[in-house]
């Protein structure tokens, strides 16, 4: 095996370092919101957002105004983005089917998928509004069912950005707040005194808001770790160097620590790409943004084979993973872990970002390897049940019961089965004795 750095990013030692603060300023952060309450909501807000209305909720012609300075060509792709993320969650959401089963006569097992029953979806909108956040959350939450969908996006120049109100407003929003950071995903987990705490959080965000759903998690739920936006092009040399630079760069422009990473078994395409990615920055408007993410977060990595480039692959576990390959089906079959696939050249992750269907709340920092992204059925909760029909089956299943239970030492188990036993079996079991 044979695996070739031709650039890296910073160290491993210094990113978890960046780490630490965050976490410090976080935890802080979220202690000031839970003893002050508003107070601190709004002083964060003040000073970080340069924003401190009357109220951060918006009532209802308030919403109406901001709608109404969205153009209707912006409506419309709105729109039509909502269609095809909508069409893709009430598919998934029908994949869902509630059972029940007769394991043995007289005895049914079964389960419930049954919503969440409030969230706190957070939309950013830091350095760039971002519209498609609420159709990704707010709108699947809706398909759902979730009954109290809360949302919450920080203010654009001293006011609600016009198309993230629209696109909440439209997805399903109950109550929409213009807040942003921390502030916004302590009030919504933690309450104030004008902000109601929802059972969950979702939504990507910047590393202080990936944090902050972190050390949240336990006192409410969130879908997933969605930090910083990731990227990897898997690319050999059925694909162009132009292709592999545009990619990368497309989500460097997310902010200064967006990882950017080819892999692939063409030196001639890494050097390429190289040369590629240097020209684009000189001509793209968000340099300033993409160029410090590629010097710092950037990397090529040049494989001898597809195995190798595989391996890599589910190593590193990017969040988006766009293959551009003479075999992308065969990545499909074996990739294990990465936030979502973009297969071959013709699609790309923007699409995934925006509206193509797919939800792009998605993995960040190797959380590929255990969950998927935010889709309808991370606002479901499955619930299992039971119910026995006949005496025969709880005197029989009780049997087992009792004995499994004095196996493992619990006599008041064992006599929650015995009692069933003795009242529906008709048959005498000693008081704490295992059931013959």
Known sequence: ?????????????????????????????????????????????????????????????????????????????????????????????????????????????????????SVGC???????????????????????????????????KGEPHPAIVAAMHLGGAHEIYVLGGIQAIGAMAL???????????????????????????????????AGPTETMVIADETVDAEMCATDLLGQAEHGYNSPAVLVTNSETLAKATIAEIDRILGILPTAETASVSWREYGEIIVCDTYEEMLDVADDIASEHVQVM???????????????????????????GDKVIGTNHTLPTKKAGRYTGGLWVGKFLKTHSYQRVTTDKAAAEIGAYCSRLSMLEGFVGHAEQANLRVRRYGNRDVAYGEAAE
């Open 1 to 117: 095996m044979s695996i070739r750095y031709m650039k890296q990013g910073r160290a491993a030692a210094e990113r978890a370092e960046d780490d630490a603060k965050v976490r410090t300023l976080v935890e802080a952060t979220l202690k000031d919101i839970e003893t002050r309450g508003d107070a601190a909501v709004r002083d964060l807000s003040a000073k970080f957002d340069n924003f401190s209305p009357a109220s951060f909720r918006l009532n209802a012609s308030e919403i109406e105004a901001a709608v109404n300075k969205v153009s209707a060509r912006d409506m419309d792709d709105i729109r039509f983005a909502q269609t095809q993320i909508r069409k893709f969650a009430e598919a998934q959401r029908a994949s869902m089917t509630d059972i029940e089963i007769e394991t043995m006569p007289g005895v049914f097992l079964g389960h419930r998928n049954i919503p969440v029953q």
């Open 325 to 351: 390959t003479d075999r992308d089906d065969w990545f499909l079959e074996n990739m294990h872990s990465y936030g979502a696939l973009f297969l071959g050249p013709r699609t790309n992750v923007a699409n």
């Open 191 to 225: 309450g104030t005194e004008t902000i109601r705490p929802v059972d969950m959080l979702v939504g990507p965000g910047n590393a202080f808001v990936a944090e902050a759903k972190r050390q949240l998690y336990g006192r409410v739920g969130i879908d997933l770790f």
């Open 122 to 156: 957070y939309v950013p909108g830091g350095k760039y509004p971002m519209v498609a956040s609420a159709h990704m959350s707010v709108l699947t939450a809706s398909v759902a069912g979730v009954p109290r969908i809360a949302a919450a996006a920080p203010a654009q």
